[in-house]
C-alpha cells in the first residue's frame, strides 16, 4: 500500500516537474493538489478504461504496430486532464508528448519495484 501511495507522488511530482520546467509549455498543473488528483485520475482510467479501448482498437494497434497505443495513451491523459480541475493541455502535441514522458517515467518505476515483486514471490 505504501508503494502505491508513493507512487502517485512520484507520478505527481512527474507532473509538476513537466508543468514547471518549461519543456512542454502547454502542459500546465495549477499546484501539487491538482498534480496529486491527476495521477489518481490519470490511474483509475488507465485500469478502468484502457483494457477496453484496446481490445476495441485492437486491430488499429496491429496495422500501426503498436504505434497506436500512443494515441490511446495520450486519450487517457486528455480524459484525465477534462476531470482534474487545475489541469491544462493545450493542444494534440502537447498531450500526445506528456503522455510519453509520464509513461515513461511509470516505465522506470515499474522496472525499479519490479525486481521487488520476484524477490518477494522467490521468499515463498
Do not use: C
Not at 500546465?28 to 491538482?34: C, E, K, L, Y
Not at 491523459?77 to 517515467?105: E, Q, Y
Request: glycine content about 6%; hydrophobic content about 60%; charged content about 15%.
Amino acid at each position: 500500500m505504501l508503494k502505491k501511495i508513493f507512487y502517485f507522488l512520484v507520478m505527481a511530482a512527474a507532473m509538476m516537474t513537466l508543468s514547471m520546467s518549461g519543456v512542454l509549455p502547454g502542459f500546465h498543473v495549477d499546484g501539487f493538489q491538482a498534480a496529486l488528483l491527476g495521477a489518481v485520475v490519470l490511474a483509475l482510467a488507465n485500469a478502468l478504461l484502457m483494457p477496453v479501448l484496446f481490445l476495441l482498437t485492437l486491430p488499429i494497434t496491429v496495422l500501426t504496430v503498436g504505434l497506436f497505443l500512443l494515441v490511446l495513451n495520450a486519450l487517457m491523459l486528455w480524459i484525465t486532464a477534462r476531470i482534474v480541475p487545475g489541469m491544462h493541455l493545450r493542444d494534440a502535441f502537447t498531450t500526445v508528448a506528456a503522455s510519453v514522458i509520464l509513461s515513461l517515467v511509470g516505465t522506470v518505476w515499474n522496472a525499479l519495484f519490479k525486481d521487488d515483486k520476484r524477490r518477494k514471490r522467490d521468499r515463498e
